[in-house]
């Protein structure tokens, strides 16, 4: 299996064509991404079904702490695969291993440590989230079950797809979180419906999601195995521990994905309060939108995650060339998503909106927010693309300023500047004022770089 897995390497990083190699790795990648985004919206589903409130409220309060995992996943993901894919292109693939191993127990060392606080202050947490007298019972079981018992597994699931990834073994590293995700959506019903009794379907729900996810890991667990003892992805302690550089550019990638994806998920939880103050249907109408972008989004983001470690490998090895094809590559595809995303959207607006809901007024209103709202579909991609490429460069602190100014200093500060201007329409064209300022300063930041004498001299 090592042969194979050093033959598959040669393959993607060096010997295939760009095209053949971006689509190898990006299009496992994109097939990942869609189940988790309809998985993720398993369970609020078949919750749904219960037509019980207060059960449908209780698993809502939990997302927000559940994607804290996601964000503790890329710390150590998304800053140890970044790192090597580079080790790899410069031949070290002694420092790569170390490098993997310290990336799954950092992992697991830090969802341990927020799945025991959890447990621990569950009570003030779930009364933080909102959690009434209703509620908290259904709030409690879920917790327990997808972060408590669940977040291990989890986080280590992703970590260990953007590890497996980064060696080039896209479909392998795809294949274990769509396995997980078609899993889930087969095991809500089973346990909500069939296995429980009435009033435990959120309990159910919980059951599915962590079983689902220790489906997944064990997936992986057996992919490494299948690796061998040699190969650069392990999870052997006797690897020893990395360079103190590499330990510092692990966490120098990896907490700019944390806080990225964290502040990503508090532009939508402030979107939700701010149209809380129109109406009801305003709120159903904004929460379908954010439902229907998320489909030429997550291609965007598996775009930039099958582009990321071909970009790293390249850049590491000094191959210019094939590092520039493959951006261009990369991007121009993702555009061609979004310009299509817009076409769709603009035209079936309302076929779209009626798939979620029913009734007439909301219909209008969410048509109506998705028609505006998705004309920032190729900013956001062009946001996410700066950002993941400044990862496979191992440029943390570019990655972070960026993830930073874009969600803290334009997108969140537009949302409330456009809403008291403007009103509830000037929610949905928030995200187009803020990310075309934020695609110039990625464009001019990008461009500096290339210009940089860090960036030149390691390319010479």
């Known amino acids: 299996m090592q042969a194979k897995s050093n033959l ?8 295939l064509p760009i095209p053949s190699a971006l689509a190898k790795m990006v299009l496992p990648a994109v097939a990942s ?54 080790l790899l292109g410069q031949g070290d693939e002694a420092e790569a291993r170390r490098v993997s191993a310290f990336s799954l127990y950092l992992g697991l060392a ?57 060696v080039g073994l896209s479909r392998e590293a795809s294949a274990g979180i769509i396995l997980g995700g078609v899993l889930n959506i087969a095991l809500d019903p089973l346990f909500m419906f069939v296995l429980l009794p009435d009033g435990q379907e959120v309990l159910g729900a919980g059951l599915a999601t962590c079983l689902s996810n220790c489906a997944a890991f064990a997936y992986f667990a057996v992919v490494m195995a299948r690796l ?28 700019p994905s944390a806080v990225t994806t964290f502040l990503f998920d508090l532009d939508y939880v402030i979107i939700d309060k701010l149209m809380v103050a129109y109406d009801d249907l305003a709120l159903a109408a904004v929460g379908i939108v954010l439902k229907v972008e998320r489909f030429p989004l997550n291609v965007g983001i598996g775009i930039c995650q099958g582009m990321m470690p071909l970009v790293a490998y390249s ?25 299509v995303s817009i076409l769709l959207y603009e035209l079936f607006a309302v076929q779209f909106s009626h798939l979620f809901i029913a009734d007439a ?20 991609f062009l946001s996410f693309f700066t950002v993941y490429l400044f990862q496979a460069l ?27 201007l403007v009103g509830m329409y000037g929610l949905l064209w928030a995200q187009v004022a803020a990310d075309s300022l934020t695609v110039l300063l990625s464009l001019v930041v990008y461009r500096q770089f290339c210009r940089s004498s860090v960036f030149l001299s390691h390319m010479s």
């Open 361 to 380: 007024r909301t219909v209008e209103l969410a048509a109506q927010f998705l028609r505006i709202r998705v004309l920032a579909t190729p900013l956001m």
């Open 394 to 420: 191992g440029q943390g602190r570019i990655a972070l300023f960026l993830g930073v100014t874009r969600w803290l200093a334009l997108n969140i500060p537009m949302l409330f500047l456009l809403n008291a």
């Open 33 to 86: 991404q869609l189940i988790v985004l309809i998985y993720n919206m398993a369970d609020t589903f078949f919750v749904g079904q219960t037509n019980n409130p207060y059960m449908v409220a209780a698993t809502s309060l939990i997302l927000p702490v559940f994607n804290i995992t996601l964000c503790l996943a890329g710390l150590a993901g998304i800053g140890g695969g970044s790192l090597i894919s580079r």
């Open 315 to 339: 850049y590491a090895a000094r191959d210019r060339g094939r590092m520039e094809g493959t951006v261009r590559l990369a991007r121009r595809t993702g555009l061609l998503v979004a310009g």
């Open 110 to 166: 830090v969802v341990a440590l927020f799945s025991v606080g959890i447990l621990v202050f569950m009570e003030p947490v779930l009364a933080l989230l909102g959690a009434g007298a209703n509620t908290y019972a259904y709030a409690r079981q879920y917790a327990l079950c997808v972060i408590v018992v669940g977040g291990v597994p989890t986080v280590l699931s992703n970590v260990l797809s953007n590890l497996i990834r980064s």
């Open 8 to 15: 598959s390497r040669e393959d993607v990083f060096k010997d």
């Open 228 to 255: 061998g003892r040699g190969a650069a992805i392990t999870f052997s302690p006797r690897a020893g521990m990395p360079r103190a550089e590499s330990i510092a550019a692990i966490f120098s990638v990896g907490v």
